[in-house]
């Protein structure tokens, strides 16, 4: 390739990456935001419900199934299912789930499914408050909130293939990459800006690239449908034949016979596993078609081989014999076993403490990169607009939006935990609600600089949304003290760590806030306040217009 | 064995900062600048040491969750180093020199 074409290559794709980052940059930012967050949630969960027993590891499985199959016979004796989920790992309460057999008005047979934490002292059921929890924060990466699913797959998806475009297009105009590795120049204005996109987007590049490409992965029975439809037709039965090709684990269940038959006690198969693989290793044990003579057990140890999951072990329900050990891949295709590989990396769930803590690093660092990218791109048109006295509509919409979304979205986090501490627990839709502060919470930040920017200067609004978001999340554990008894006196009494991890990582928030904060009150302001830059606009152009009439003259 | 191959990884990086002249200026003010040959010791130094890094991690934890661990690990050791030629380049040369000695009696222990 010539220099020249090498040199319109490079500026191609320079277009490119921009324009693909800044289109979807405030989503993409909500993504690895409310994702990042989500490797926490069942920390982020728990914490939310205050209400439930704080569990301790060390109590003997053997114990808390007694408790568990003791509450499943008073509420749940005709059930066909029982199924028990132990406190282990980042499991952090007993809980049991069941069916009931229900009818619809039209005479159809359906279930329905109950759940219950327990208290495994008292054996009965913890009342906890109604929350979203983690679990909403980390569903909201790929389905958002408020729309259809399938439309926010999409939305997604074609995020994730913006992101997608703008690393391969990073890494081709990224000319020195392993010279400027680890370059960071601080106080260097618009050098700064660039080394950070730099050093946050090269360094945890295997994580972008995996995370974005198993993402796109994840939602392509979404987004390829046309691919589905080419092999097995159209319409709904030919769509769920693929799915039960594709998901079929060679484990044919079999379905209940009718022959009422005497099954024997999970707590009997659990005693025979521990003999085997020894004590407290369950994540959950159930049991199908329960009272007959089809009747099985199904359990699996909370532990990982590398990236898989544990086999899960299938006894007959009657007898105890061991029938079936399924060890997840051992029939799928290559492509399907890609497809496990790629979903899981994404999910992390193979992951400890320590690796989890890494992927919640890298999810930031990719949160920082876009928002830096962001910056970046109001920053350098600033400067031009400043040297040239023409400030566009494009770049104020962007430097205002910039602000809401960059420091918006964590203060808007922040207000989903402050409201669910201060709305009262039986507040009927509270989950709901906890959402819509959010989302309000979000909008006014958005609305902010746009309401006050006659006045301040947008270094002055970065600021006052830096000390905002610093005093959410520092005064949440002070928050978390005066409404319930899981604080951090108790919790680092008691060695709860995922309780209080999370009141620290909000202190860490914090001061990265007021850090931030800090650095701003001493950065020279480059606006002017924001309509004095409109007025310009207007002044700059008669300027032209006069220059060109007396040049016109001349 | 871990704690071998996290050193061997944050020795790959410091000497692989070495070979890049900018870098070799922070580490070094005093000195003259290393010749054309010795950036390229350093750089296959590095990269030798990056690659036992990533074998330790695939021996002990097996390819998928070794090469996890490894990228993960990676990201957080360079993250931290480029933090450290920002603003306290000189902790560096204390840090790098005691992890090889730590490297390098650790392999004799265990030879």
């Known amino acids: ?130 929350t979203g929890g983690g679990d909403t924060l980390y569903y909201m990466h790929y389905a958002l909130y408020y729309i259809p699913n ?172 061991l029938q079936h050990t399924n060890k997840g891949d051992e029939s799928s295709s290559a492509a399907m076993n ?41 920053n350098k048109r600033r400067e031009r607009a400043n040297k ?29 935990f402050w409201v669910n501490r201060l709305l009262p627990a039986s507040f009927a839709g509270r989950a709901d609600w906890e959402m819509n502060g959010l989302f309000i919470s979000w909008a006014l930040m958005l609305a902010y600089p746009f309401c006050v920017a006659h006045k301040y200067t947008i270094t002055k609004i970065w600021r006052d949304q830096l000390i905002i978001a610093a005093a959410l999340y520092g005064f949440l554990p002070v928050l978390n003290l005066l409404t319930t008894n899981t604080h951090l006196g ?4 008691n060695g709860y760590w995922a309780l209080a991890g999370f009141d620290l990582t909000m202190i860490v928030f914090s001061l990265c806030f007021s850090f931030a904060a800090y650095r701003l009150h001493y950065q020279q302001d480059v606006t002017k306040p924001a309509t004095s830059s409109l007025q310009a606009i207007k002044v700059s152009r008669v300027k032209q217009v006069n220059r060109i009439i007396e040049a016109a003259e001349q | 064995m871990m704690i071998f191959a996290n050193t061997a990884l944050f020795i790959g990086f410091f000497v692989i900062s070495m070979s890049i002249k900018r870098h070799f200026k922070q580490l070094f003010p005093q000195r003259k600048m290393a010749s054309l040959k010795w950036l390229l010791i350093f750089r296959t130094i590095g990269y030798t040491s990056l690659l036992l890094s990533a074998s330790l991690y695939i021996t002990g934890l097996g390819i998928g969750l070794g090469l996890v661990s490894f990228f993960g690990l990676l990201t957080l050791v360079t993250f931290m180093q480029s933090l450290c030629f920002s603003y306290k380049p000189q902790w560096l040369v204390p840090i790098g020199f005691a992890s090889i000695l730590y490297l390098i009696i650790y392999s004799c222990l265990n030879i």
Not at chain 1, 180 to 196: E, L, V
Request: proline share 2%.
């Open chain 1, 388 to 416: 040239k006295g023409i400030v566009s509509k494009g770049l104020v919409l962007v430097e205002r939006v910039n602000i809401g979304t960059i420091v918006g979205l964590p203060i808007a986090i922040a207000i989903y």
């Open chain 1, 338 to 378: 890609f497809y496990n590989i790629m979903t899981v990396l994404h999910e992390g769930d193979f992951a400890n403490y320590f690796l989890r803590w890494l992927y919640f690093i890298s999810g930031l660092m990719g949160a920082g990169m876009i928002a830096s990218g962001m910056i970046l791109w109001a």
């Open chain 1, 1 to 130: 390739m010539s220099a020249a074409a090498e040199g319109n290559f490079r500026h191609s794709m320079k277009w490119l990456h921009t324009w693909s980052g800044l289109l979807v940059g405030t989503v993409l930012y909500f993504m690895f935001i409310t994702g990042t967050a989500g490797y926490f949630n069942d920390e982020i969960s728990r914490w939310m419900q205050p209400e439930l027993p704080m569990v301790n590891g060390s109590i003997s499985q053997k114990k808390l199934l007694n408790v568990a199959e003791k509450r499943l016979n008073e509420v749940a004796s005709e059930s066909s299912q029982w199924w028990v989920d132990f406190p282990i790992g980042r499991q952090l309460s007993l809980r049991i789930n069941w069916s009931e057999k229900t009818k619809n008005s039209g005479g159809e047979e359906g279930e329905k499914w109950h759940e219950e934490v327990l208290n495994y002292n008292t054996g009965k059921p913890s009342i906890a408050r109604e």
């Open chain 1, 150 to 321: 399938v439309l926010a797959y999409w939305i997604t998806s074609l995020c994730a293939m913006f992101m997608f475009i703008g690393l391969i297009t990073g890494i081709v105009i990224h000319r020195q990459i392993f010279k400027d590795f680890f370059t960071f120049r601080p106080g260097k204005k618009q050098h700064s800006w660039r080394d950070m996109h730099n050093v946050l987007s090269v360094l945890p590049l295997p994580f972008h690239i995996m995370i974005t490409y198993s993402g796109l992965l994840f939602l392509m029975f979404t987004t390829m449908q046309g691919v589905i439809s080419a092999s097995y037709g159209t319409g709904q039965q030919n769509k769920d034949r693929f799915y039960d090709d594709i998901y079929s684990q060679g484990v044919a269940h079999k379905g209940a016979a009718g022959i009422t038959a005497k099954n024997i006690t999970l707590s009997s198969v659990l005693l025979a596993v521990e003999q085997r693989k020894g004590e407290n290793k369950l994540s959950y044990i159930g049991i199908e078609n329960r009272g007959d003579i089809n009747a099985h057990i199904e359990l699996a140890a909370y532990d990982y081989d590398g990236l898989k999951a544990s086999e899960i072990q299938i006894y007959n329900g009657v007898n105890g014999e």
């Open chain 1, 490 to 493: 108790n919790t680092l009494a």
